[in-house]
């Protein structure tokens, strides 16, 4: 006899969920009240509705008002009593009326509170979306920052100033912050927006996304920085590159922040032709050799880079054509000629007798508003106050590098490239020392010591140094230990320089650009702040794309650089000379002069008394130790 066997349960069929009238218009139900604000208002509309209906209906049929009127006469009334409990202190009439009104005063009273309720409960929702940041920018022709970090403060502050002759700017932030929190730290970092609006918006910016919520597509330019507190900020950087190019390779330009260098040819691949890459350790690494080499150019950088003072423009219409370059650069009352521009190649510093066609003239000015092509100077130099001192040659010299990090070995290797054979160096550091490169010109020996030990730095600093260079511990500090260990180091530095009288230059780097005012208490010839020089530098860039070829050859150790000679080589000693004059004597040299260093000048408003592009007009008083700023190949 064959045995029966149950069903397993999983072959049991599935019953179908229960579809009753009842389930069908609770499911509706709920689906409506999963709308949001705008639903629940609506079913207490309904609500309202039907309950004043309903006693319309209940004192018309049973005569309980003692009022002649009209059915909607009793609707409207019913509708005073349901919205205001106040209006039942009017009724007169039998107790059977009252009674009934108070019945529907208080149902009211649960509809309206309800009602406040959900009017309220919506207005914060809104609210709080507001303050998450999430509703998409509708702007053109504004800036975009994507990403934060300490820079954005100083990036943002330049592009107030550089957007005060625009109407109406506006400046995007989207980053992965609080919108509320943005919004405070910069108002508390940033004095004066200048009539530039400043919008932040909450999310990635390597997501698709939220990268549409800033506008981007309608953007003049986008910034975008590397993060600070990610282990792989460049990752990052090219992910959103990646994002922004997404759709298509039209579009603003973009600049960007790459930390490590062997990132950046990827980055060139995502970016192509729009995006303007900035190697940030290179970027330092050139800025601390170049204003190492001579006291003063430290300013002169800032002067140029950032849109305080005088900057860099491109003048295309001009009635210069035919002038050669020696007779264009007197053409101007306040702008400085510095070179050209030939099939979009620059040239700093170009040969007195180039001849001006239709290039496109790079200057010196204070704000492109002042630009004219038509000359206006009528100042003319003065020939017998020309100069005939000459430089000495190239001897070996001595450095002393304190300090170490990741810039270091770039630091070394820019070095080597200006320092005649036979010169040394010394490497002072707390910490371990990696990646010392092999050097032609230069002898490099590493010195383990505490460099804020008063005793271990007598051992070497001497009278007979050339250049000392302060390196923060970026690597092994956090910003403020290590900005904290540099200027205890400057002091010490300082004061045993002074002791022997010696002109040393002394050049610290810094991290966080408000230490730069406390370094200058220990008198420390030229501060580079790493963020600060390099959010100016960012700035400028994603203003202009051309200032990257002509960054390019300032930093750069081929073609023109700035130097701070003699003042004697250019002009008269102790003669009253038109700056005009000055232009010619750096002329005279194959030079181009673009301003004045004077001890006369640091008691005014000049940053280490430098004086970048003065007018034609303006005099100077020559004095020992003047020196004047030029562009040179040499």
């Known amino acids: 006899m064959a045995q029966s066997r149950a069903t397993p349960a999983a072959a049991r069929p599935a019953r179908a969920p229960r579809s009753s009238l009842g389930d069908r218009l609770h499911y509706r139900f709920d689906n409506s009240m999963s709308r949001g604000t705008p639903a629940l208002i609506a079913w207490l509309t309904l609500v309202t509705l039907l309950l004043i209906l309903l006693f319309s209906v209940v004192v018309t049929v049973f005569g309980l008002s003692d009022q002649q009127g009209d059915f909607g006469e009793s609707m ?8 205001d409990p106040g209006t039942i202190g009017g009724d007169t009439g039998t107790w059977r009326f009252k009674l009934t009104m108070l019945a529907l005063t208080i149902a009211g009273l649960f509809i309206v509170s309800a009602l406040i309720g959900v009017i309220a409960a919506g207005i914060d929702t809104k609210l709080a979306d507001l303050r998450r940041g999430r509703s998409i920018v509708l702007e053109k022709d504004h800036t975009v920052i994507l990403g934060w970090s300490d820079s954005i403060f100083t990036i943002v502050r330049e592009l107030t100033i550089a957007n005060e002759s625009r109407r109406k700017p506006v400046i995007v932030i989207l980053a992965d912050r609080d919108k509320v929190e943005m919004e405070e730290d910069l108002r508390a970092k940033v004095d004066d927006f200048r009539g530039t609006r400043v919008v932040c918006r909450s999310g990635s910016p390597m997501d698709i996304d939220d990268l549409e919520l800033s506008s981007h597509t309608t953007a003049r330019s986008v910034i975008l920085l590397a993060p600070e507190d990610s282990d792989d900020p460049d990752s990052e950087v090219i992910k959103t590159l990646l994002a922004l190019t997404h759709s298509g390779p039209d579009g603003p330009r973009i600049v960007a922040e790459i930390r490590n260098p062997t990132n950046l040819e990827a980055a060139r691949l995502v970016g192509a032709d729009r995006t303007v890459l900035l190697d940030i350790r290179e970027t330092v690494a050139k800025l601390v050799v170049q204003t190492s080499r001579q006291s003063g150019a430290a300013a002169v950088y800032t002067e140029l880079f950032d849109y305080g003072g005088d900057e860099i423009y491109f003048l295309e219409e001009h009635s210069l054509a035919g002038r050669t370059y020696a007779e264009a650069q007197l053409a101007f009352e306040k702008a400085t000629l510095i070179g050209v521009i030939d099939d979009g190649v620059p040239t700093l510093n170009p040969a007195p007798d180039t001849v001006i066609g239709r290039h496109t003239l790079i200057v010196v000015a204070e704000d492109d508003s002042v630009l004219s092509g038509e000359p206006d100077s009528t100042v003319l130099p003065d020939p017998s106050r020309l100069g005939t001192g000459t430089g000495t040659g190239d001897h070996p010299t001595r450095a002393l590098l304190i300090g170490w990090n990741e810039r270091a070995p770039i630091v070394l290797r820019e070095m080597d490239h200006y320092a005649p054979p036979g010169s040394s160096l010394t490497v002072l550091t707390s910490f371990d020392v990696h990646d010392v490169p092999h050097l032609v010109n230069l002898e490099v020996t590493v010195v383990p010591g505490l460099t804020t030990d008063r005793s271990t730095l007598e051992e070497h600093v001497g009278p007979d140094l050339d250049q000392v260079l302060v390196l923060c511990y970026s690597d092994d500090l956090a910003p403020q230990a290590a900005d904290a260990r540099t200027l205890v180091t400057l002091l010490h530095v300082r004061d045993i320089l002074s002791r022997f009288d010696a002109a040393t230059p002394v050049v610290s780097e810094m991290l966080d650009d408000r230490n730069r005012v406390l370094a200058q208490v220990a008198h420390v010839d030229d501060v580079v702040v790493s963020g600060e020089i ?27 650089e700035i130097y701070l000679r003699p003042a004697e080589w250019y002009v008269e000693p102790g003669a009253e000379v038109s700056y005009a004059t000055i232009i010619a004597g750096a002329s005279r040299r194959n030079e181009t002069a673009i301003g004045y260093k004077s001890e006369a000048l640091a008691e005014g408003e000049a940053s280490f008394g430098v004086r970048v592009n003065p007018a034609k007009s303006e005099t100077f008083h020559v004095l020992p130790g003047d020196r004047v700023v030029v562009l040179a190949d040499d």
């Open 534 to 560: 390099v959010s100016l530098l960012v700035t400028q860039l994603s203003e202009d794309h051309r200032l990257e070829a002509v960054f390019d050859q300032l930093l750069g150790d081929e073609g023109s």
């Open 76 to 83: 409207f009334g019913n509708l005073l009593h349901a919205l």
